[in-house]
């Protein structure tokens, strides 16, 4: 008898069959794949990948014995003298990997090419008496390379076998591990009752919506979403202004083209986790919580009533592992690091993408840095894998030139033009260079403004200044987010009920914060950034025309970062040759210069693409080496939990008192600010850190957080005062 698994008992009589756990995981691997035409590839890595444990010792190490076993080869080799070398090739990668990860190929000293190469393996023999390896003579891939992409194809493809296969094994091993999680799965409802909830959600808001031109315009973004679904699955772009309800438009497009084309889930990405936070609420209360799952770094399931304690809330935490929810809601680092990770946690969820609809909201925000990796993901997936993808903002990148024209995008709406007209709630004006002091006295002169600067530094030097005239406001990553959020929520009530406030922040408040200033202050920066800005003065039309000013700062509190000094220039640069600052032509124009000043390199910095396809005829791909060097997050910062409020200081006792503390470090993660090396450095050598674990870091005391402006400076913090996307 040859067993996969085991349980306590010593008897084996209910340890799991190695035949049985094959079989099971080549089963469940091939129906993932079947999604991209790949189900008989699939159903052989799943029988291949854990052959290795028919060997005598690792029989012995499931019954005790403490002895190292390599499982994963055997399957690879038994690929490679079984099949077509192109094909094997790939298998090798699967079943080496599904452990430790896709492997570089390398060469005859390491990697994948080293593994194959190992002389002395167990004998694994006995898997003949139990298995029988498929014919797979008649196997075709149906993939269709982009030209000069035949590389990053390949290694696409092998990426998504991947990930059905460790899912596959994953589900395999929890159902008779942990049947009880299990059970749990799969717990939502049918699309079919989703739409329906839906429409009657849009029926109700919009006739309900009073009868003027801007509502009637939002109710044209919708139904023109709704008539453009039926077309077939490719790509798309939507562009539509601030405040014309592109969200849920957007949503309605999804529900019908899902409907239309027979796809599988919708995802939303999202480069901000206000933004997330704020959509997974407003799908939350329209499609039901077990149905809408929100992935990023500061959600806590916990906290999100599922109708079901204990089972809803287990379904979340076990969704984010394969995304198998029919809504999801992740950020823009969740989504495009793992399409190039190599990891078995980050692939995992990657088959689950193939025949669905996928849209980039505030697509301006894809990493430049990434840009034509990523477009090229996006068009892989549309292309080769049945996927529809929305490039949704007010300020569409242009980004035709970079796509190939066989995914060129589609618009969905009729005339953007017409709408940024028709929503055209402010003017614009620069005002040149501005000291701080002259800004300031601007500022005090109005009784409601906002001002949004490019580093924490000069936020706060601003807001000191200002304090010192009352119903002054500070925002910025320095603040926890339960922090921001209850700030929000404060200067939301006071612009409601007419009160001053002057608020004073750096670019987060930017996307995804529903606020409305009627006059807005904008440091130069990109014109992406600007009309973000402008999104948040007269958003609902309260005045005539709400004033935005643009202004270069004189100071130098907190130098600028290389990517803020260069969109602030072409910014600077196309103002100068616009009548318009947010006219669709304006941003446009911005976009083609940027890219251009950036270059070929500059959008692909890791030189990821040309990796892939420098030794594609041989199938030799760098995994390790592109899932190591793809990070949009690259300045090493460090997560500090800051004792907040009297919830977080119970957590962080829980948290030094457990021996198991991941529970509770979730629940703080609404309480962390990222911080730069030399800063935490800093305060290292005052004692002002606690290590808890090894692992996690915990302020010490209050009284170095200020409930006006966070995290107070010991030191310069960090990148020159810097702000990095949160």
Same mark, same amino acid.
């Given at each position: 008898?040859?067993?996969?698994?085991?349980?306590?008992?010593?008897?084996?009589? =209910?340890?799991?069959?190695?035949?049985?756990?094959?079989?099971?995981?080549?089963?469940?691997?091939?129906?993932?794949?079947?999604?991209?035409?790949?189900?008989?590839?699939?159903?052989?890595?799943?029988?291949?990948?854990?052959?290795?444990?028919?060997?005598?010792?690792?029989?012995?190490?499931?019954?005790?014995?403490?002895?190292?076993?390599?499982? &994963?080869?055997?399957?690879?080799?038994?690929?490679?003298?079984?099949?077509?070398?192109?094909?094997?090739?790939?298998?090798?990668?699967?079943?080496?990997?599904?452990?430790?990860?896709?492997?570089?190929?390398?060469?005859?000293?390491?990697?994948?090419?080293?593994?194959?190469?190992?002389?002395?393996?167990?004998?694994?023999?006995?898997?003949?008496?139990?298995?029988?390896?498929?014919?797979?003579?008649?196997?075709?891939?149906?993939?269709?390379?982009?030209?000069?992409?035949?590389?990053?194809?390949?290694?696409?493809? !092998?990426?998504?076998?991947?990930?059905?296969?460790?899912? &596959?094994?994953?589900?395999?091993?929890?159902?008779?591990?942990?049947?009880?999680?299990?059970?749990?799965?799969? $717990?939502?409802?049918?699309?079919?009752?989703?739409?329906?909830?839906?429409?009657?959600?849009?029926?109700?808001?919009?006739?309900?919506?009073?009868?003027?031109?801007?509502?009637?315009?939002?109710?044209?973004?919708? #139904?023109?979403?709704?008539?453009?679904?039926?077309?077939?699955?490719?790509?798309?772009?939507?562009?539509?202004?601030?405040?014309?309800?592109?969200?849920? @438009?957007?949503?309605?497009?999804?529900?019908?083209?899902?409907?239309?084309?027979?796809?599988?889930?919708?995802?939303?990405?999202?480069?901000? +986790?206000?933004?997330?936070? $704020?959509?997974?609420?407003?799908?939350?209360?329209?499609?039901?919580?077990?149905?809408?799952?929100?992935?990023?770094?500061?959600?806590?399931?916990?906290?999100?009533?599922?109708?079901?304690? #204990?089972?809803?809330?287990?379904?979340?935490?076990?969704?984010?592992?394969?995304?198998?929810?029919?809504?999801?809601? +992740? *950020?823009?680092?969740?989504?495009?690091?793992?399409?190039?990770?190599?990891?078995?946690?980050?692939?995992?969820?990657?088959?689950?993408? @193939?025949?669905?609809?996928?849209?980039?909201?505030?697509?301006?925000?894809?990493?430049?840095?990434?840009?034509?990796?990523?477009?090229?993901?996006?068009?892989?997936?549309?292309?080769?894998?049945?996927?529809?993808?929305?490039?949704?903002?007010? !300020?569409?990148?242009?980004?035709?030139?970079?796509?190939?024209?066989?995914?060129?995008?589609?618009?969905?709406?009729?005339?953007?033009?017409?709408?940024?007209?028709?929503?055209?709630?402010?003017?614009?004006?620069?005002?040149?260079?501005?000291?701080?002091?002259?800004?300031?006295?601007?500022?005090?002169?109005?009784?409601?403004?906002?001002?949004?600067?490019?580093?924490?530094?000069?936020?706060?030097?601003?807001?000191?200044?200002?304090?010192?005239?009352?119903?002054?406001?500070?925002?910025?990553?320095?603040?926890?987010?339960?922090?921001?959020?209850?700030?929000?929520?404060?200067?939301?009530?006071?612009?409601?009920?007419?009160?001053?406030?002057?608020?004073?922040? !750096?670019?987060?408040?930017?996307?995804?914060?529903?606020? =409305?200033?009627?006059?807005?202050?904008?440091?130069?920066?990109?014109?992406?950034?600007?009309? $973000?800005?402008?999104?948040?003065?007269?958003?609902?039309?309260?005045?005539?025309?709400?004033?935005?000013?643009?202004?270069?700062?004189?100071?130098?509190?907190?130098?600028?970062?290389?990517?803020?000094?260069?969109?602030?220039?072409?910014?600077?640069?196309?103002?100068?040759?616009?009548?318009?600052?947010?006219?669709?032509? +304006?941003?446009?124009?911005?976009?083609?210069?940027?890219?251009?000043?950036?270059? #070929?390199?500059?959008?692909? *910095?890791?030189?990821?693409?040309?990796?892939?396809?420098?030794?594609?005829?041989?199938?030799?791909?760098?995994?390790?080496?592109?899932?190591?060097?793809?990070?949009?997050?690259?300045?090493?910062?460090?997560?500090?939990?800051?004792?907040?409020?009297?919830?977080?200081?119970?957590?962080?006792?829980?948290?030094?008192?457990?021996?198991?503390?991941?529970?509770?470090?979730? $629940?703080?993660?609404?309480?962390?600010?990222?911080?730069?090396?030399?800063?935490?450095?800093?305060?290292?050598?005052?004692? @002002?850190?606690?290590?808890?674990?090894?692992?996690?870091?915990?302020?010490?005391?209050?009284?170095?957080?200020?409930?006006?402006?966070?995290?107070?400076?010991?030191?310069?913090?960090?990148?020159?005062?810097?702000?990095?996307?949160?």
């Amino acid at each position: 008898m040859f067993y996969a698994h085991t349980t306590p008992n010593p008897d084996k009589s =209910d340890w799991q069959f190695l035949r049985v756990h094959l079989n099971n995981v080549a089963k469940i691997s091939s129906e993932f794949a079947d999604v991209f035409k790949a189900s008989e590839f699939a159903y052989a890595g799943g029988l291949l990948h854990d052959l290795g444990k028919y060997s005598p010792e690792f029989q012995k190490r499931l019954e005790g014995v403490n002895i190292p076993v390599d499982h &994963a080869t055997a399957g690879a080799r038994e690929a490679i003298k079984k099949y077509h070398a192109s094909y094997s090739r790939m298998l090798a990668y699967v079943i080496t990997g599904h452990h430790g990860g896709l492997l570089n190929y390398g060469s005859p000293e390491s990697g994948l090419e080293k593994r194959m190469a190992k002389s002395v393996l167990p004998d694994y023999s006995s898997y003949r008496n139990e298995i029988t390896l498929p014919d797979q003579s008649s196997f075709r891939l149906a993939l269709k390379p982009f030209p000069k992409q035949t590389g990053f194809c390949f290694s696409f493809f !092998t990426r998504m076998v991947y990930s059905c296969l460790v899912d &596959a094994d994953s589900l395999d091993t929890e159902e008779f591990m942990s049947p009880e999680k299990s059970s749990v799965r799969g $717990q939502y409802e049918s699309f079919e009752i989703l739409k329906q909830r839906f429409e009657e959600h849009m029926c109700t808001r919009i006739s309900g919506a009073e009868d003027n031109r801007i509502n009637k315009y939002r109710r044209e973004i919708y #139904d023109q979403c709704v008539e453009k679904a039926v077309l077939p699955p490719g790509m798309f772009s939507l562009t539509v202004p601030t405040g014309g309800g592109k969200t849920l @438009a957007s949503m309605g497009f999804a529900l019908e083209h899902l409907k239309k084309n027979d796809l599988k889930r919708i995802f939303y990405v999202i480069p901000y +986790t206000s933004i997330i936070e $704020q959509n997974a609420d407003v799908f939350r209360n329209i499609f039901g919580s077990r149905n809408v799952l929100e992935h990023h770094s500061n959600f806590d399931p916990d906290k999100v009533d599922t109708g079901d304690m #204990d089972s809803g809330e287990e379904a979340l935490r076990l969704s984010t592992e394969n995304w198998e929810m029919p809504v999801v809601i +992740t *950020t823009n680092v969740q989504f495009f690091e793992s399409l190039f990770s190599n990891k078995r946690s980050r692939c995992r969820k990657l088959h689950n993408l @193939a025949k669905s609809v996928i849209i980039l909201d505030e697509a301006q925000m894809l990493p430049t840095g990434y840009l034509k990796p990523c477009l090229a993901a996006l068009s892989e997936l549309v292309r080769n894998y049945g996927s529809t993808v929305v490039i949704c903002t007010a !300020t569409q990148p242009n980004l035709d030139e970079l796509f190939d024209d066989l995914v060129k995008p589609v618009e969905i709406m009729k005339s953007p033009a017409e709408l940024y007209d028709a929503f055209r709630r402010v003017n614009v004006t620069d005002l040149g260079s501005v000291s701080d002091d002259v800004l300031s006295e601007r500022l005090r002169q109005h009784h409601q403004v906002l001002c949004i600067v490019n580093t924490r530094n000069h936020a706060k030097k601003l807001f000191d200044e200002l304090e010192k005239s009352g119903h002054c406001y500070h925002l910025s990553a320095r603040m926890c987010p339960v922090h921001r959020r209850e700030q929000i929520a404060e200067i939301k009530h006071l612009l409601k009920e007419g009160g001053g406030c002057r608020v004073i922040s !750096t670019q987060l408040i930017e996307a995804g914060v529903d606020i =409305d200033f009627p006059v807005v202050y904008r440091a130069m920066t990109g014109i992406d950034s600007i009309a $973000q800005a402008a999104g948040r003065c007269n958003r609902e039309g309260k005045v005539a025309s709400g004033e935005v000013y643009i202004f270069k700062s004189t100071e130098l509190w907190g130098k600028a970062t290389h990517w803020q000094s260069l969109v602030a220039e072409v910014g600077e640069m196309v103002l100068a040759n616009s009548t318009d600052a947010l006219a669709p032509s +304006t941003v446009s124009d911005y976009f083609r210069q940027l890219y251009h000043y950036k270059g #070929d390199d500059g959008l692909d *910095t890791k030189k990821i693409l040309q990796s892939l396809e420098k030794r594609s005829r041989e199938l030799a791909f760098p995994f390790e080496d592109i899932g190591s060097s793809f990070s949009i997050i690259e300045e090493g910062t460090k997560d500090l939990i800051i004792p907040y409020d009297e919830k977080a200081a119970s957590n962080i006792q829980d948290l030094r008192n457990s021996n198991f503390p991941w529970r509770f470090v979730r $629940q703080l993660q609404g309480y962390t600010v990222n911080i730069y090396p030399n800063e935490f450095r800093e305060l290292e050598r005052l004692h @002002a850190i606690d290590l808890v674990g090894d692992r996690f870091y915990i302020l010490k005391s209050r009284d170095d957080y200020s409930d006006k402006t966070g995290l107070l400076n010991r030191k310069n913090n960090g990148a020159n005062g810097s702000l990095l996307i949160v």
